[in-house]
């Protein structure tokens, strides 16, 4: 800073924001607060800053993977009931029987979860059966079938009427 090098004091506070912890217990640091603690005091504010950043990147990236990953449940879902997949699917439609490789990835989990919810004795107790049915109300408000009848996902019409 005080040769106004804005390209090395921009590095250098990089690296000290990359391993701030390692960097803050050297004899090197020490010195430096001894004689500039304002300095000291602005990099402790940087490194802080950008770790907040981090962790805000960080629950961004895993609030995206819960939205991909309902989005899929979704697809997933209205695939099942529209085409049938694997073995269980709209009563109309011919099953593909368990040897077909399914292009949902959240296929085969959904199966076992509304396998587990059509047979279910106490729903109301159950978690899995509270987050199937989460997910079926989810599919009713985000339905575009205009006619209510058209959608073979169950519990569709009912979720609809009571919105």
């Not at 099942?80 to 040897?99: F, V």
Request: glycine letters at 4%; charged letters at 30%.
């Amino acid at each position: 800073r005080d040769c106004d090098a804005e390209r090395i004091g921009f590095l250098c506070v990089s690296m000290v924001i990359k391993d701030f912890k390692s960097i803050s217990s050297t004899e090197g640091w020490k010195v430096m607060s001894h004689t500039n603690a304002r300095l000291e005091q602005e990099l402790v504010e940087i490194a802080v800053e950008a770790e907040l950043q981090k962790e805000d990147r960080m629950k961004k990236l895993e609030e995206r993977k819960v939205y991909v990953e309902l989005y899929e449940a979704m697809e997933a879902l209205v695939h099942i009931y529209r085409e049938g997949c694997g073995t269980i699917g709209p009563r109309d439609k011919a099953l593909k029987g368990s040897q077909t490789v399914c292009k949902f990835p959240a296929c085969k989990v959904l199966e076992a979860a509304l396998r587990h919810f059509l047979g279910c004795k106490s729903r109301a107790l159950c978690l899995e059966c509270k987050r199937m049915g989460q997910l079926l109300q989810l599919h009713s408000c985000i339905c575009d079938d205009s006619d209510s009848d058209s959608c073979n996902v169950p519990l569709c019409r009912n979720f609809k009427e009571k919105m």
